[in-house]
């Protein structure tokens, strides 16, 4: 069974602090694609990132770094020097292999950068 | 691109009514467009794939005689709740995916909010 796990249900942080939003998931899959979106209190989901289970390089996009780690089976989410513009929920999702169009999303961690 | 438009963006209806939801592929073609519901600081829960020209796949547990999903072009897939209920007031996103591959990543609507008194 294919799992995505947010421990973190809520996080608060002050302006300019990095925050780091776990994500651990569970899969047969040998093939699998892991997700994060961001979603703004107006409501609408915004992709983030896309990595593919063969390529565990970190990235970073600005303020934006991903780690994914296979050993450990997670793809935490770094924001540095974070905004309030940041305050949002965060969801990680997992698609399975070939032929499997769902996706599994985590319950989410709501992240509050405060002024 | 990938822009994915739902509307209406909030809809107040009485109960025992039905609502019709729309979702739109504003710049590419989807085969497949994705229904979900999301309950008030929970996370989506996936309630159909909508297939282009044959009949959606429900997830268990989700009544396919109340919520009816109709794909009639590769752009427009439609969610109708019927004879609503106040139970049924909730968050629903559609989604597609700009390719048909399937790691290619889901682009959402703006999601409807439905309120059912």
């Known amino acids: 069974a294919q799992k995505v796990t947010q421990a973190q249900t809520e996080i608060s942080v002050v302006e300019k602090e990095d925050v780091t939003l776990d994500c651990v998931y569970e899969t047969r899959d040998t093939t699998y694609y892991l997700f994060w979106y961001k979603q703004p209190p107006s409501g609408e989901l915004v992709f983030l990132i896309r990595r593919n289970s063969f390529d565990e390089q970190n990235e970073i996009s600005g303020r934006y770094s991903w780690n994914f780690q296979k050993s450990t089976s997670s793809f935490n989410f770094t924001i540095t020097a974070s905004q309030v513009v940041d305050s949002a929920v965060y969801f990680c999702?997992?698609?399975?292999?070939?032929?499997?169009?769902?996706?599994?999303f985590g319950t989410g961690t709501r992240l509050k950068v405060l002024a | 691109g990938a822009v994915v438009s739902q509307h209406p963006s909030w809809v107040i209806c009485k109960s025992g009514t039905s609502v019709k939801i729309e979702c739109r592929s504003l710049?590419?073609?989807?085969?497949?467009m994705f229904w979900y519901r999301q309950f008030p600081k929970q996370s989506l829960m996936l309630m159909a794939t909508?297939?282009?020209?044959?009949?959606?796949?429900?997830e268990q547990g989700v009544e396919k005689d109340k919520f009816l999903i109709n794909h009639a072009s590769l752009t427009l897939s439609t969610l109708t709740v019927t004879s609503a209920h106040p139970e049924d007031s909730s968050f629903y996103i559609c989604?597609?995916?700009?390719?048909?591959?399937?790691?290619?990543?889901?682009?959402f609507g703006n999601g409807t909010r439905l309120t059912v008194t």
């Open positions: 710049d590419f073609q989807a085969t497949t």
């Open positions: 989604s597609a995916r700009y390719q048909s591959s399937y790691n290619s990543p889901l682009h």
């Open positions: 909508s297939n282009e020209g044959s009949k959606a796949t429900y």
């Open positions: 999702a997992l698609s399975g292999g070939a032929g499997t169009y769902k996706y599994i």
